[in-house]
């Protein structure tokens, strides 16, 4: 049987310690989330984090904007949440529509509030290893892991996937803790050779099932970060069922790394209140 890496339970640990922290401090973090346009997977992610946020003693701040909105309008909300005292962190929720520059909108935001670590200060900040806040879902994945105690130090680490969203940031948090890294990629030629030699395998590619049984060596930590919608309900970016009892450790879709980003979302915008990092 392949151990369940279970970040639904570990993130709600995470979730429970904050509520803690945050009621016996009696203050009041807040979270801007910014949405622009109607998609509905957005639409319901968006919820989530609000719901998440209140349920720990924060603030959820939700601003939304049309469709055909311009990235003067919505650089104008950044501002003003970057300028509100009761805001400590902002979320631009992406994708953005067509027609809004995602990189002046994401720079747009004050570096100590961007509690998604999207800003070209926070990635800096990731390279260099210096304090500052980590993406959510590459933090979550280093979170899940530890909460597991996974072996990094020295072992052979692959990621499936190069976003800066999620697998570059992944590559380099594994990289701090002495993973010896690879990252694989559209272009790779034969991948399954590389993702075969891993002790801990990364799947961030956005494509369904493409982690097979001959991707794994036996025993090796599975980590799926893929979300998809089909017919026959979420799947991963892993062939889960042929590496069911194969894998040393698998995490679920859902139940895996999409609980744990909401998670360290929360946990950022803790650290961006306290302004330690
Ligand atoms: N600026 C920005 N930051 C993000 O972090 C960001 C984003 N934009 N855009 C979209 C992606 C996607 N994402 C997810 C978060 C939680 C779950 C999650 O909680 N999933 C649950 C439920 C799945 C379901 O039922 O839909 C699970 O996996 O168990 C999934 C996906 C954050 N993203």
Known sequence: MSTILDGKAVAARIREGLKTEISQSG??????????????????????????????GMRSIEQRLPEDSRTEDVLAVVKELNEDPAVHGILVQ?????????????EAIRPEKDVDGLTQASQGALVEMTPGLRPC????????????HVELAGRRAVVVGRSALVGLPTALLLLSRH?????????SEEPWRVAREADVLVAAAGRPRLVTRDWVKPGAVVVDVGIHRTENG?????????????????SPVPGGVGPMTIAELLKNTWTAYRGLR
């Not at 993973?179 to 272009?187: D, G, M, Y």
């Not at 979420?234 to 698998?250: P, Q, T």
């Open 94 to 106: 992406l994708p953005l529509p067509q027609g809004v520059d995602r990189r002046r909108v994401i």
């Open 179 to 187: 993973a010896t890294v690879s990252i694989l990629h559209s272009r």
């Open 27 to 56: 203050s009041e973090p807040g979270l801007a989330v910014v949405l622009v346009g109607n998609d509905p997977a957005s639409e319901i992610y968006v919820r989530n984090k609000g719901k998440a946020a209140r349920a720990v």
């Open 137 to 148: 879902t590459p933090a979550g994945i280093m979170d899940l892991l530890d909460a597991y």
């Open 234 to 250: 979420l799947v991963g970016d892993v062939d889960r069922e042929s590496l069911e009892g194969h894998a040393g450790a698998l």
